[in-house]
């Protein structure tokens, strides 16, 4: 049986030194040539067994035989780790390196990371990065066990406070992790490597630590099929010639092999005009009549319109194959009755995000790959109908179209190029338009209001009086019933005006004109500074219930009327 090469993902927060990684493995110095430092594209590396061997002079040494035929390494950009990297059914990587920065420990991104190896049961190893930014830290033996036990007794401290709160951390999301000398069952327990990308120190002890992962975990599972399956990376473009980067990831492709490629609605065939394959240790292509994964391919296809980065691909000989795939994508992509508007720039990472909202029990109505539409919108106005939560647009790493900004006006929309950040920021959209929708039926029940009375604008003194007041607290509504300082019942207001204008409403610090029927302002209002709302007991318990919802001001105004009613009944509201 021919087994293939593992496929490993380099994963983790942003400047934690992925890169690094991959460059200290390979011995190349891309790191440097990325702009700003952070890697702007996916890169897959070809790594034969015998450069293994050579790289990582312990496997010998520790009597260990490969049977793998290499490694292929995938480098991901870190916000967007995992999410254009899946195949059927799952993640396309066999094994993944989570990089850690020891000196920063787990962030955000990192525990995104984890938490999606966790659903797809991904075997890991954590490399924890920047051992030499650790102050003092000096490399002192080849030996990475060695090194930390000749560091000077402050620097060794340091190292292991480090170390344990990174495994506190670990811990919490489920993992006994342990430094990799001491892993005695790697079932259970998770290896930590430290290491330095950029010194190479513990880089041998980590590429043990991976075949001995792929021996151990993954053997039965490399026999290569008889069908060639890929997933498409990117379509870059050189001149005027548009190029896919693939990675095959099962079976063998011949140059004479038909393709279907599974788009979002229905699976596009294509022959293929050039297919060419990744050098080991290189970022160049040669052009191969046929290939074996697992490897990193270039395409040319004859029909390639509809293709996009994260669709999976095949080789077929029938419909009814054309017939499953298509199938298995519809599966992959099921929306609910009700719920969200989500975007995404790519097959692979519209599931990703499916997957996540799905983790916070978010329902997803509608789901498609490419920028925000008029559509979408649409879509979206109509969610304000039935759920006001579900009325947003959520866009991973897409943005929105001239037709659809410009009918938007009433229609949050929530973009971002970072997972988690934009799934925080649903969660918190979400929590402020409950609370909004939970205020606005408090609020419909009664209405919380101080007003200060204005005597030097008195315009009718009596049946109705109409004179000015200032909004002190809360909000003013027309048709409200209000009482004195003394707890009396004054007037029901009949209108309410602004700048000669009616009006039903009046915020805090707004200054109006109130008509009130039955009132003589001389004979009873003359000497009264402030007027209130009339609440009855059971309304301002039930404002009192949720007062996380009100304004300190409301609360504030809320305290005052209990005060005057209790003048009269000592228990009110108590």
């Not at 090469?5 to 440097?32: C, F, M, N, Y």
């Not at 480098?75 to 066999?94: C, V």
């Not at 929530?414 to 039926?441: A, C, G, P, S, T």
Request: charged letters at 25%.
């Amino acid at each position: 049986m021919k087994i293939r090469q593992p496929i490993i993902t380099v994963a983790g927060h942003v400047d934690h030194g992925k890169t690094t990684i991959l460059d200290s493995i390979r011995k190349t110095g891309i790191a440097e040539a990325e702009a700003g430092g952070i890697t702007q594209k996916i890169s897959f590396t070809l790594f034969p067994v015998e450069k293994i061997i050579g790289r990582c002079p312990l496997i010998g040494e520790k009597g260990i035989i490969l049977e793998i035929p290499g490694f292929l390494f995938i480098d991901t950009p870190g916000h967007a780790a995992f999410t254009n990297l899946r195949k059927r059914g799952g993640s396309l990587a066999d094994l993944a390196i989570l990089v850690i920065d020891i000196n920063e420990g787990i962030k955000p991104q990192t525990a995104e990371v984890i938490e999606i190896l966790k659903i797809h049961k991904t075997p890991f190893v954590i490399a924890l990065n920047k051992l030499d930014n650790i102050s003092g830290w000096q490399q002192q033996s080849e030996d990475l066990k060695q090194n930390i036990e000749k560091q000077a007794q402050n620097i060794k401290q340091d190292f292991q406070e480090k170390l344990f709160k990174i495994q506190g951390s670990l811990h919490s999301h489920g993992f006994n992790a342990v430094p990799y000398w001491d892993v005695k069952d790697f079932s259970s327990n998770l290896a930590l490597v430290p290491c330095s990308g950029k010194t190479g120190e513990g880089i041998p002890e980590l590429l043990m630590i991976l075949c001995g992962l792929s021996q151990k975990f993954l053997k039965g599972r490399l026999t290569l099929g008889k069908q060639a399956k890929g997933v498409i990376l990117e379509i870059k473009k050189q001149k005027s010639i548009n190029y896919i980067e693939a990675i095959l990831y099962d079976g063998s492709l011949k140059k004479s092999d038909k393709l279907a490629i599974a788009s979002f609605d229905k699976p596009t065939t294509s022959n293929i005009r050039i297919l060419e394959e990744v050098l080991p240790l290189s970022d160049k292509f040669q052009p191969s009549q046929e290939v074996h994964a697992a490897t990193g391919i270039r395409l040319q296809l004859t029909e390639q319109e509809d293709v996009l980065s994260g669709m999976p691909f095949q080789t077929f000989k029938s419909e009814e194959e054309l017939s499953q795939l298509s199938k298995e994508i519809t599966e992959g992509i099921k929306t609910d009755k009700e719920g969200i508007i989500i975007k995404a720039d790519s097959l692979g990472s519209l599931e990703a995000l499916m997957l996540l909202l799905r983790q916070e029990n978010i329902k997803i109505g509608k789901a498609g790959i490419g920028n925000i539409t008029k559509s979408d919108v649409i879509a979206a106005q109509t969610n304000l109908e039935t759920n006001k939560l579900d009325a947003i647009i959520v866009g991973f790493n897409v943005q929105e179209d001239e037709e659809a900004r410009e009918i938007s006006k009433n229609i949050k929309i929530l973009k971002d190029d970072v997972i988690y950040k934009l799934i925080e920021n649903l969660q918190k959209f979400r929590e402020d338009k409950q609370k909004e929708i939970h205020r606005q039926k408090l609020m419909s029940l009664a209405t919380i209001c101080k007003l200060k009375v204005l005597p030097q604008f008195v315009f009718h003194n009596s049946n109705p009086a109409i004179f000015g007041v200032a909004v002190e607290g809360g909000s003013l509504k027309s048709g409200i019933s209000l009482i004195d300082q003394n707890g009396e019942d004054v007037a029901r207001i009949k209108a309410v005006q602004c700048e000669g204008k009616t009006v039903e409403s009046a915020k805090q610090g707004e200054e109006v004109a109130i008509s009130l029927p039955g009132i003589t302002f001389d004979r009873q209002l003359k000497d009264t500074e402030y007027l209130y709302s009339n609440i009855s007991e059971v309304q301002f318990r039930q404002f009192k219930e949720h007062k996380e919802l009100l304004s300190r001001e409301e609360i504030s105004v809320l305290q005052e009327i209990a005060q005057i009613k209790r003048k009269e009944k000592p228990t009110w509201g108590v």
